[in-house]
């Protein structure tokens, strides 16, 4: 065979892509930009179409009908050239002859694989955990039955003060259940903010009728004769009667299938800058996925939706062949609770007397602001605003693009706020009026 | 595609750019029912900010950027990337107000809504024969669109 002859395959690429959350349609916007022959198999476990996942609590709540939820349009796959496959499990991935299987019985060959499979609940192992009664709140089949339940129930007992416990107790609060929350840390949203931020948002929802109990945690689930769930027992001695729990700890990368394959998982699955897999051609994205964190520089799990949709990109666009590293995630969270927005972004929380930190926290209980900037070396890397959030994005740049600050400059954000004006003279030119041919898109 | 460029060096803060953007998406088109009417009743708000620090000053909007930051983290699919056009579309429908977009947005360039849990962003007035009101108004061409 002449060597001129190119292969019939070469010509199109097949990728397969293993979930159906926001990272997928990051991988498909990100391979659509390099690549528009290539063949896209979507495989999804849940029946619908990519939908935004946070918006399950606006769903629950009732703000949102369920027409709302997709998140791209209708005639977003066949565009896109995608062909998807829903309700569909994928039961094995081998690395070495390129094809995955399904519990459909279909084997499914790639050339490029990502698997952007998410996370699942964690569920602790609290006596009485297992059995009825007891619901997870990250999906919308979690939320549909949720729905049908909040009719029938009084009350519910929501384990975990995190986001997800936070908005599944105010969501089932609007369906008129009485709910109790009870988290284990000091505080609520521990994670992502901090004791001040924390307060204010607790006091919310005490407000509207919502019991918020921290330090605690449950002891032991407690059921009746049926098996039943009856109450909680706390672990300092009260018990809480309830019909439902509703359990949201968090959630841990769903990555079981990739340590089947024999890839690389440390706390989710290892990725290196092009998000590429301790598998040749095989790639990770999303809440899976243990991947570049760029204040800290390592590599991280760190479940957020932006995150989930530019690592997605970035996969995307490797595998079409583009070469531009993955630039590194930033926590982020945006989040309000009962009409009081908070936002969080960076390192909030950086180590207690840790002297290359500095903060400069500012709180107005009447007025429920707060603001707290925390700085190392001499550059902002994060921060926190409640109440008046509206410079968020300006604040964010300084973290995103490492501005250094000088004195003056630092003195300024700390006091008149993040401005455009702040910026080195060389990014604002290349963003904002570049040379024609040296514009940053 | 074409995007609308601000000059720092030319701009001489007038905020006339604001004044026709507000016009340009009232529903009146008429700039005094637009600044006393819409604007005070219906929280009509111009998708253009003047920045000030000093003596120099700057009227910004959202760039329209190749990989948004905005769309990557909007949980409603409401902002997305429109491939034929490049513009980074909003599709005020589907917002749920979340202000996801507000905090990834290292430019600044997404606004709440005064009055309703929507935002208010630049649409690079697609649908204005003649292009965007901005750049129209501006009295010392400090805002150009053009490709780059």
Not at chain 1, 122 to 148: K, N, R
Not at chain 1, 242 to 269: D, L
Not at chain 2, 4 to 19: R, S, T
């Amino acid at each position: 065979m002449p060597a001129t002859k190119r292969k019939a395959h070469e010509d199109a690429m097949t990728y397969v892509i293993i979930g159906n959350g926001v990272a997928s349609i990051g991988a498909i916007e990100g391979i659509r930009r390099h690549d528009q022959k290539g063949k896209i198999v979507v495989i999804g476990a849940e029946e619908a179409a990519a939908y935004g996942r946070p918006l399950i609590s606006y769903f629950l709540a009732g703000k949102i009908g369920a027409d709302q939820l997709a998140l791209r349009g209708d005639d977003y796959y066949v565009k896109n050239n995608v062909e998807l496959k829903l309700g569909t499990t994928v039961t094995s991935i081998d690395t070495a002859k390129k094809a995955v299987a399904t519990d459909k019985g279909e084997t499914i060959a790639f050339d490029r694989l990502l698997i952007a499979t998410g996370g699942i609940p964690f569920i602790p192992p609290i006596p009485g955990v297992q059995g009825a009664d007891i619901y997870s709140f990250t999906t919308l089949a979690h939320a549909q039955t949720l729905i049908e339940l909040s009719a029938k129930i009084k009350r519910a007992v929501v384990i975990g003060g995190g986001l997800i416990g936070l908005k599944a107790a105010e969501s089932l609060h609007d369906r008129g259940v009485a709910v109790t929350i009870v988290e284990l840390a000091p505080r609520i949203l521990s994670a992502g903010f901090d004791e001040k931020a924390g307060a204010l948002a607790a006091n919310r929802l005490k407000n509207v009728g919502i019991a918020v109990n921290c330090g605690v945690t449950a002891k032991e689930i407690q059921r009746d004769t049926k098996g039943r769930v009856k109450g909680v027992l706390l672990t300092d001695g009260r018990f809480l009667e309830t019909e439902v729990v509703v359990v949201a700890i968090g959630v841990v990368p769903h990555s079981a299938i990739a340590k089947e394959a024999g890839i690389k998982v440390e706390r989710g699955i290892m990725v290196d800058a092009k998000l590429m897999t301790s598998a040749k051609d095989v790639y990770a994205a999303g809440d899976v996925a243990q991947a570049l964190d760029q204040l800290s520089g390592e590599h991280r799990v760190v479940p957020i939706w932006p995150n989930a949709y530019n690592q997605g990109y970035a996969s995307g666009r490797n595998m079409a062949g583009a070469k531009e590293p993955y630039q590194g995630g930033l926590p982020m969270n945006s989040i309000s609770f009962y009409g009081l927005p908070t936002i969080s972004v960076g390192v909030v929380n950086p180590p207690e007397g840790d002297p290359n930190f500095e903060v400069h926290a500012l709180l107005d209980e009447a007025k429920e602001t707060y603001r707290k900037l925390v700085f190392r070396d001499e550059k902002l890397v994060g921060y926190v605003l409640v109440g008046d959030i509206d410079k968020a994005g300006m604040f964010t740049a300084f973290i995103k693009f490492e501005m250094a600050l000088a004195g003056e400059a630092k003195d300024k954000l700390i006091n008149a706020g993040p401005e455009v004006f702040l910026w080195p003279e060389k990014l604002f030119d290349e963003t904002w009026n570049p040379a024609p041919a040296k514009a940053a898109r | 595609m074409k995007r609308v460029y601000p000059n720092k060096d030319y701009c001489i803060g007038c905020h006339i750019c604001e004044l026709a953007c507000i016009t340009a998406h009232s529903k009146s088109k008429d700039l005094i029912l637009a600044y006393t009417v819409e604007r005070t009743g219906e929280g009509l708000s111009s998708c253009k900010r003047v920045h000030e620090g000093g003596p120099t000053c700057v009227a910004l909007s959202c760039r329209h950027c190749d990989e948004p930051a905005c769309v990557a983290a909007c949980i409603s699919g409401a902002l997305q990337k429109d491939p034929e056009s490049g513009r980074t579309t909003y599709d005020r429908e589907k917002c749920v107000g979340c202000w996801s977009c507000l905090m990834a947005c290292p430019f600044g360039a997404i606004a709440r809504h005064p009055l309703e849990n929507k935002i208010v962003k630049c649409d690079l007035c697609f649908d204005r024969p003649g292009g965007p009101a901005c750049v129209a108004a501006c009295p010392n061409q400090a805002l150009k669109q053009e490709e780059r």
